[in-house]
């Protein structure tokens, strides 16, 4: 009898840059309609993880769509796909009226965060609703960063270490928290449904870009073997080519560091340097783990496309002439692992237990 499989999604953080492994996701849902498979993503990953960017995709693919039909996802990826072409720009809009707030309250202007969230948090309510993470079609982990308890947390709707449950989240406060990149937006006041208390989360980028051995930790907490376990990372694009010279950081200063006109060096720094970092370690790791299989997909961006907050529509071509190139030269990849993904949804064994709908509130 052949080994049942468990297929696990990892998305990487990177702002705008998310529409990379979205596009890739478009790909592999074509080919599987091709095939004859039209089940939606959550039915076909039995685990999706994700950090900033990539938590909202993952959480918007596996929250149950408020006043939807039962096993209904809160956003399909042609809709994920319009956010990231069309309304991103509308998050990633300087508002006058708010500057000109922001301008009497902190006249320096120095040390606040460069978009206003307000349009960011109502987006998020009107898609997910007050259903809480308990409620999700499928595993799921996000990862965000408590700044008074000073430690990193994963929100998830799978098991702790002692076989219980986790702390429980409302979907669109969590996905505010993990995309809470600093400077950009202020930290995240959320619920800790669980704990009834609140916690201060931001983006968990400034630890784990990159989440995939996250979810492999999590697919061993939850009970799962590892010759069960077929990982597909998807990052959000590297521009290779975009260095900071000595020159100017020399002379940068505290403020340089963190400008966002320079595209806030000491973020692109630190998401880049832990993503490469986080893809080297998981490719020794599950090259020790044989039964482990592990796919990592990641974009070659050109220098101007890496500001996460770019959603100019000159930058939404090249970001999707990026994807473009990874789905050309990943096409018998695409294809093998379609044919996987479909063995897997007609095999019916994907382990996932029927989702309840929770309204926390």
């Known amino acids: 009898m052949a080994q049942k499989k468990r297929f696990i999604l990892s998305i990487d953080g990177g702002g705008v840059r998310g529409l990379i492994p979205l596009r890739i996701l478009e790909a592999l849902e074509s080919r599987l309609s091709l095939m004859g498979v039209g089940a939606p993503m959550h039915r076909i990953f039995d685990l999706m993880a994700g950090t900033s960017t990539g938590g909202l995709i993952a959480a918007g693919l596996s929250a149950p769509r408020p006043g939807g039909k039962t096993g209904e996802a809160a ?107 600093p400077s950009y937006f202020e930290p995240a006041r959320v619920e800790n449904l669980s704990r009834k208390q609140d916690q201060a989360l931001i983006d968990g980028g400034v630890f784990i870009n990159d989440p995939a051995i996250a979810a492999y930790l999590e697919a061993r907490k939850i009970g799962w073997d590892e010759e069960e376990l077929v990982i597909l990372s998807l990052g959000t694009g590297q521009a290779r080519e975009r260095g900071f010279a000595y020159r100017d950081a020399v002379g940068w200063g505290a403020l340089g560091w963190m400008q966002p006109s320079k595209g806030v060096p000491i973020l692109s720094i630190f998401s880049d340097g832990q993503t490469q970092t986080a893809a080297y370690q998981a490719s020794r790791l599950f090259a020790e783990l044989p039964n482990v299989s592990y796919y990592r997909l990641e974009a070659d961006l050109p220098a101007h496309a890496e500001d996460m907050d770019n959603a100019r529509p000159s930058n939404i071509i090249a970001l999707n002439g990026a994807a473009d190139r990874v789905i050309r030269d990943n096409t018998i990849l695409l294809d093998d692992l379609a044919g996987l993904l479909k063995d897997h949804v007609e095999s019916a064994e994907s382990g996932a237990d029927p989702a309840e709908l929770v309204h926390a509130a």
């Open 75 to 181: 956003a399909t990826i042609s809709e994920l796909r319009d956010f990231y072409e069309r309304e991103a720009r509308d998050i990633f809009t300087h508002s006058i009226n708010a500057r000109l707030t922001r301008a009497i309250t902190n006249p320096l202007g120095l040390f606040d965060e460069t978009y206003d969230v307000r349009p960011l948090e109502k987006l998020l309510k009107e898609r997910f609703g007050w259903t809480s993470m308990a409620s999700g079609l499928t595993k799921l982990v996000l990862t965000a960063y408590d700044i008074e308890q000073r430690k990193a947390v994963f929100m998830t709707n799978g098991l702790e270490e002692n076989g219980g449950r986790p702390d429980d989240y409302y979907f669109w406060q969590a996905v505010r928290a993990t995309t809470a990149a």
